[in-house]
């Protein structure tokens, strides 16, 4: 468990993927913030400073790697981890191309997303 509560904003447009997702990430101290979209995360009254974004790639709306590549061009470096259950080689080279500290494929185990979440909380307290 985590001594110091980390906040993880998660998108993805499933609202049971986010139910599921923000239930083991409260499980293992982790506070969550939610987004339906995209566009609803970078909406100016829902700002929040995440030490983690965990972000559906295949999104109604924007993608998740143009949110990752709009907050980086804003000075918003986020540690981002991308999931899709829509994989290719273009989607993988285009998300690693965007800095993702991890990449899952839905449905991945619980264990492998704390492990990311892990791994880009670390990253993200190197670079504060």
């Known amino acids: 468990m985590l001594t110091q509560t980390k906040t993880v904003a998660v998108v993805d447009d499933d ?3 986010l139910a599921g997702v923000e239930r083991l990430l409260n499980a293992y101290g982790y506070a969550t913030k939610v987004f339906a979209s995209a566009e609803a995360f970078l909406d ?3 700002r929040t400073d ?3 974004l965990l972000v559906d790639i295949d999104l109604g709306g ?3 790697i143009e949110l990752r590549r709009r ?3 804003c000075g918003r470096a986020v540690p981002t981890i991308f999931m ?3 994989d290719d080689d273009a989607t993988r080279a285009s998300a690693l191309q965007a800095g993702c ?3 899952l494929l839905k449905p991945f185990l619980g264990r492998s997303l704390i ?3 892990e791994t880009a909380v670390a990253h993200n307290n190197s670079t504060s």
């Open 15 to 17: 609202r049971s993927m």
């Open 44 to 46: 100016p009254g829902a």
């Open 50 to 52: 995440a030490d983690c």
């Open 62 to 64: 924007m993608s998740g």
């Open 71 to 73: 907050l980086a061009a």
């Open 84 to 86: 899709t259950a829509l």
């Open 101 to 103: 500290i991890a990449y």
């Open 115 to 117: 492990d990311a979440v």
